[in-house]
């Protein structure tokens, strides 16, 4: 196979080395910029909402390009995220955020560059001492690390709440359906919907339906947890609800989280850092209390303004 193909408009990429044996070094290390604890010191090596002990792994984007037809809308994006880190992506309309969270599903493949989640690469694979993109096999590995809660909430309509969330432990975890099944009513209680383990989803409110989608990635036992709008197709009265069980599972967690919000106080709640995109690119990142209280850059206040108004 020969090495990565860098779109014809991009300057290509230095070739990306594996390292030796193609396992590069253990989770990635935090940037300087990166808190490695909380200013809560919210970090417990307790095992979160999930069961799972263990913090998640890193997230590096090295040079990533993305493109749809002859768009480009990821330009050699770098940036990474520690282990157990939460960070929320912000920025105006068609800036590439949903789409940084759909390329960590694999539901879409990078044109460019290589994700990295933890020690392995996401969008390739390593191969006779390059990495080439990654096969059907190893995205299904690498996908059983990642959740993901949609705005649409996305649950099957055909099965009832509790299908909904032991078909996947099942099928893709190979749990027993006892265990699947336990595991569901654990969750089901800690989002609250526990007397609607029968109910399909059409009888649940917008709310409810989104807490049945948060349990349901949580069956998964996912390391690191996206959440992209999750709020912004709920009636407002339902919002509190779905965002406080949120900053639950934030503060109890180790899971490592990346949020797209429009919802400010939210994204100030849950997050270690905050990421402005504009077009593609980071404008500016820090602490949430930085980038909303004084942010540096021009383009971020006109952002938070055109929010506030809105
Ligand atoms: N499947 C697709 N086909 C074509 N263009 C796409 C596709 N998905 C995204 N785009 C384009 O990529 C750009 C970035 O979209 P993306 O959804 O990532 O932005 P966003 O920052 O999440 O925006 P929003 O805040 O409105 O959700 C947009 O111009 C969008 O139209």
Known sequence: MPPIDPPADIDPPADIDPPADADPPADIAPSASVPDESPQGRRRP???PAGRAGRGPGIRFEKVVKRFGGTVVLRELDFQVAPGERVTLIGPSG????TILRLLMTLERVDG???WVGDRPLSHMPRGGRLVPAGERHLH?????????FQQFNLFPNMNVLRNLTEAPVRVLGLSKDEAVERARRLLDMVGL????????????GGQQQRVAIARALAMEPRVLLLDEVTSALDPELVVGVQDLLRDIARDSDMTMLCVTHEMNFARDISDRVLMFDRG???????PEQIFEAPAEQRTRDFLQAVLAS
């Open 281 to 287: 690119r980071i404008v500016e990142e820090g602490p």
């Open 113 to 115: 560059g290589v994700i």
């Open 141 to 149: 590995e690498m996908r059983k690390q990642i959740g993901m809660v």
């Open 194 to 205: 526990a007397d609607k383990i029968d109910a399909h989803p059409a009888q649940l409110s």
């Open 46 to 48: 307790a095992p979160g």
């Open 95 to 98: 800036s590439g955020k949903t």
